[in-house]
């Protein structure tokens, strides 16, 4: 199986910066697209941001300019820089990828996280 272990995150005034870091692990044969979702209470989860293997990025409009998705593919690796936060990004982030694995890599699924917190005060 897959594992992800999210770090990072925490407590930041607004118009502060936070890295949040998710490594994935277990019977891999690839990594394709990689990402970040964001749920805070009472809402839906929420694409932040996602990268392809290939490193194409699409950012949702709320964090365009101020996020920055990265990954490491070597490394298994997907980072999401946060600058000039607001108390709206204040919530759970949850990374997501889409992996192949097992023998041959002939399965595919999506996994998540366990979720970090990210709290942005005023």
């Known amino acids: 199986q897959v594992q992800l272990v999210e770090s990072g995150g925490g407590w930041k005034q607004a118009g502060g910066s936070l890295s949040i870091s998710c490594a994935a692990s277990g019977n891999i044969f690839a990594i394709n697209d990689m990402g970040w979702y964001r749920q805070a209470p009472g809402k839906q989860r929420e694409l932040v941001a996602s990268?392809?293997?290939?490193?194409?990025?699409n950012y949702a409009d709320s964090v365009k300019g101020r996020f920055t998705i990265s990954r490491d593919n070597a490394k298994m690796m997907v980072y999401l820089q946060m600058n000039a936060l607001k108390p709206e990004d204040t919530a759970v982030y949850y990374c997501n990828v889409d992996v192949n694995y097992g023998q041959f890599g002939v399965r595919r699924d999506n996994f998540w996280g366990q979720g970090t917190q990210v709290t942005v005060s005023s």
């Open positions: 990268i392809t293997r290939g490193g194409i990025t």
